[in-house]
């Protein structure tokens, strides 16, 4: 018997030592460095360069890594439990080497890239040394793919591209972009794309312009998610990583660990978000008493705490499945459920925080109306949550077989048949003796 929630003591020392470090040195940088991808912020490099060191020292830096990638390999429920603490802060990955998208754009090239393109682009990406950009997402359609308008024809030995993308977060800050494009468009729908290394300097590539979410600034100019065009860019063929026509076969690989890892840091962000409500729950009187003592405000605690506590062992249950399978693929079912889960426990949780703050929690002396804008955010990146909740319905019904009777198999009058043939017998001796 193997059923255990405890976590073992080594692993504890080091997520006692995390803890403390997020605290004290990584959540401070939040309301210093504007954009932790961002390799040309002297501030940046200064602060967390050194942090880096101390995190490799500790060989904690890339936990999502096994050892031929220079990590650890702890497997995803360790990381799991890791990503819950770093999801506190917003440079924290950064500082792990642990940030999306670079975790999944490493595993597509580890998996797929040349000799060559490792050395110049995987190896100083997994040493933080570059950022790098995943651009899918088109302007007239990103929940299906199907519709991407992106080209790349062979010309000799190079492919030309062309075409516009949506929402690339990081390019500006990124030195190659991974871009999924249209090679073969008379194959079957899922066979026509490709994926492409596009290093970001390549003549064509043009940002039109950076566009920032909601709760941001436009005068500041820092939007991070690029609209990007592609004018006759080109590459050589060895940039084609995996097959021709690969393009939905490898963006599964990097989609799998990105979706579960977004889980498991919102797992801690909400958490963090819950100790702000309970903390003002117990502080902020109104009509002489607290206002932990109404009923209505005790309902959103427990809500909360529910949906958290739900949430984070879902999580933690489809880590141990990822371990146990070592393949993605097999536990699609937890991986698309664990992504349809997040936006709404994080939107819930965040709303109740905010409510419960009065006109504090909408001030911008708060961040719940920030935390309201991410939860939308993680029901959009990687897939909207109706196209999960799809695969998880589609997954669910895989285990059922049709019941060709005209009532259902669980029809109580056929029950109680079979019952009564089952243990008629038992029923008829009691009679008699009665
Ligand atoms: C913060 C952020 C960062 C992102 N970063 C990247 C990135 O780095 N690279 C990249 O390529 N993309 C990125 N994206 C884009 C993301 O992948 C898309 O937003 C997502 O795939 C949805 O595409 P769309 O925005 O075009 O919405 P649409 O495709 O227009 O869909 C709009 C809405 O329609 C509904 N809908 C869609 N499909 C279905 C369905 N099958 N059933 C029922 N309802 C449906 C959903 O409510 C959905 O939200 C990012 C998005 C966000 C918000």
């Known amino acids: 018997m193997t059923w255990n929630f405890e976590t073992d003591a080594d692993f504890q020392d080091q997520l006692d030592w995390i803890d403390d470090f997020v605290r004290e040195e990584i959540e401070p940088l939040d309301f210093i460095i504007t954009s932790p991808y961002d390799l040309n912020d002297p501030v ?26 220079g990590g650890p390999g702890y497997g995803q429920v360790k990381l799991a439990l890791m990503n819950e603490i770093l999801g506190r802060a917003r440079c924290a990955s950064t500082v792990f080497g642990t940030q999306a998208p ?3 754009n490493s595993e597509i090239l580890a998996h797929f890239g040349t000799k060559e393109q490792k050395e110049e682009f ?23 793919p199907k519709v991407f308008q992106t080209t790349a024809e062979q010309d000799g030995d190079e492919w030309v591209i062309n075409g516009e993308k949506w929402f690339s977060s990081n390019a500006r800050y990124s030195t190659f972009l991974i871009v999924m494009v249209v090679t073969d468009p008379d194959n079957p729908p899922y066979q026509q794309q490709s994926m492409f290394l596009v290093p970001t300097d390549t003549p064509g590539v043009e ?36 097959p021709r026509g690969g393009g939905f076969v490898v963006a599964q690989t990097r989609l799998g660990g990105g979706r579960i890892h977004h889980a498991m840091r919102t797992s801690g962000r909400v958490q963090r978000i819950f100790d702000m409500m309970c903390e003002r729950a117990i502080s902020r009187t109104t009509q002489g008493e607290l206002l932990s003592k ?15 506590e739900m949430f984070r062992l879902f999580v933690l249950r489809t880590a141990w499945r ?37 006109s504090l929690g909408v001030s911008w002396e708060m961040p719940f109306t920030r935390e309201v804008m991410e939860s939308f955010h993680m029901g959009l990146a990687d897939g909207p949550t109706e196209v999960h909740k799809v695969q998880v319905a589609r997954r669910v019904l895989d285990d059922y077989v049709p019941c060709d009777d005209l009532f259902p198999s669980t029809h109580l009058p056929k029950q109680r048949e079979a019952a009564l043939t089952k243990y008629g017998d038992v029923l008829e001796r009691h009679l008699e003796t009665q």
């Open 44 to 69: 940046r490099n200064e602060i967390i360069r050194p942090l880096q060191k101390q995190v490799q020292e500790r060989e904690l830096w890339a936990c999502h890594l096994g050892p031929e990638l």
């Open 294 to 308: 109404k009923q209505m405000v005790q309902e959103m605690i427990a809500d909360s705490w529910l949906e958290m």
């Open 122 to 144: 995987l190896e100083p990406l997994l040493r933080n040394e570059i950022v790098s950009c995943y651009s899918m997402t088109e302007p007239q359609g990103g929940a299906d």
């Open 207 to 242: 940002i039109v312009r950076n566009v920032g979410l909601g709760y941001e600034s436009e005068s500041d100019d820092h939007g991070s998610h690029a609209y990007v065009r592609y004018n006759d860019v080109r590459v050589p063929k060895e940039n084609l990583l995996g």
């Open 322 to 358: 990822i371990d146990k399978c070592q393949d993605y693929k097999k536990v699609r079912k937890d991986i698309s459920g664990v992504k349809a889960a997040m936006p709404g426990v994080y939107r819930n949780i965040a709303t109740r925080a905010l409510q419960i703050h009065g």
């Open 102 to 104: 670079d975790t999944g």
